[in-house]
């Protein structure tokens, strides 16, 4: 690893990280609390991102301004690309707007989708598309879902509707199997100033979207089973995605450590560089990693947070090498 790591290259890996992470805590969540525990954690963490971002989204953006309908599946339309996910915006009306999630699914990578039940799906949009007219102070609004990819369609797929009249909470989420949306036209979709963005900005919008979801979900899980329960089925979560994710990092980042403390320390400074914080590597049998501060848990997460998150790192050297061990003390990290 002698030569350095571009902050692009860091970006990426950092993103496919929590890409991942994010998956396997919605996997394992599911797998080992049963599918409608996995459907509340996700109904939770989408319920939070609308929370903090929607309406924020909306005037940044610059759509505050457009019919409920049309801002909300807008908004999904921008949001998704600045974060590297393709969605299709079609609007119909001032008070239909359809939105489509196409294959292969972001949130859902790979064969994950094979294992993710309906009922998380559904909690999904349950969370965030069904509660955007509560966000906006419509009543009225709601949404259609006509196809889930989890379900084996070919997408996820549906429509705001604003009704003519308001919404009981039942009604906000509403099905209809034998409605299809119309084909996508980009000369009606807006555009981004991402298009103009060079690849090092993207990469970076890229990390800090996939981060969000993990950081969100990890707050949500402990609030919703306890710190104890959360850190014993999170944090196994954890590990096997660090364990399993390791190569492709280094592909992506373009290195070739040696499998010794000092090849495993210098891979850890690399991603934790791609969070913010610059590091220090010292020592030869037993390797310390300084950090120059902390890198993904936010002020005021519980410390179990934190916990869970440092499994991610045992997973990955368990891969670089089973027999090394790691002992964190704030940010003095030491690999043997």
Same mark, same amino acid.
Not at 174 to 197: K, N, S
């Given at each position: 690893m002698d030569t350095p790591v571009s902050d692009e290259r860091r970006w990426r890996a950092v993103a496919e990280l929590y890409h991942a992470f994010f998956t396997?805590?919605?996997?394992?969540?599911?797998?080992? $609390?049963?599918?409608?525990?996995?459907?509340?954690?996700?109904?939770?963490?989408?319920?939070?991102?609308?929370?903090?971002?929607? $309406?924020?989204?909306?005037?940044?953006?610059?759509i505050a301004d457009e019919p409920p309908a049309v801002a909300a599946a807008k908004y999904h339309y921008l949001s998704n690309q600045i974060g590297g996910v393709e969605v299709e915006f079609m609007p119909e009306s001032d008070r239909k707007a359809w939105i489509r999630y196409g294959t292969p699914r972001w949130a859902w990578e790979g064969t994950a989708l094979c294992g993710i039940p309906p009922e998380v799906s559904v909690a999904m949009l349950r969370g965030w598309h069904a509660r955007n007219g509560v966000s906006l102070g419509n009543p009225r609004l709601g949404f259609v879902c006509t196809k889930q990819a989890v379900d084996g369609d070919s997408a996820l797929e549906g429509y705001y509707y604003e009704y003519d009249e308001?919404?009981?909470?039942?009604q906000r989420?509403?099905?209809?199997?034998?409605?299809?949306?119309?084909?996508?036209?980009?000369?009606?979709?807006?555009?981004?100033?991402?298009?103009?963005?060079p690849r090092e900005r993207l990469a970076k919008a890229h990390r800090n979207y996939a981060m969000t979801y993990p950081q969100t979900a990890l707050g949500a899980a402990i609030d919703l089973?306890?710190?104890?329960?959360?850190?014993?089925? $999170?944090?196994?979560?954890?590990?096997?995605?660090?364990?399993?994710?390791?190569p492709s990092l280094l592909a992506i980042m373009g290195v070739a450590p040696e499998r010794t403390p000092h090849g495993a320390a210098l891979v850890f400074g690399e991603l934790l560089a791609g969070h913010g914080p610059g590091y220090t590597v010292s020592g030869?049998?037993?390797?310390?990693l300084e950090l120059e501060g902390p890198a993904f848990v936010s002020d005021g997460a519980h410390?179990?947070?934190?916990t869970i998150w440092a499994r991610l790192f045992d997973g990955l050297l368990a891969t670089h090498h089973h027999r090394l061990g790691l002992q964190r003390d704030g940010l003095r990290w030491t690999i043997r």
């Open positions: 396997g805590i919605v996997l394992g969540a599911s797998m080992r $609390l049963g599918a409608q525990t996995g459907a509340e954690l996700v109904f939770e963490v989408f319920s939070r991102q609308r929370e903090q971002k929607f $309406l924020a989204g909306l005037d940044k953006l610059g308001d919404l009981e909470p039942h989420l509403r099905f209809d199997r034998t409605a299809d949306a119309p084909d996508f036209d980009a000369t009606r979709a807006p555009v981004l100033p991402t298009t103009t963005w089973w306890g710190p104890e329960r959360a850190v014993g089925v $999170l944090g196994i979560v954890a590990k096997q995605v660090g364990m399993q994710l390791y030869a049998d037993d390797v310390v410390p179990a947070t934190e």
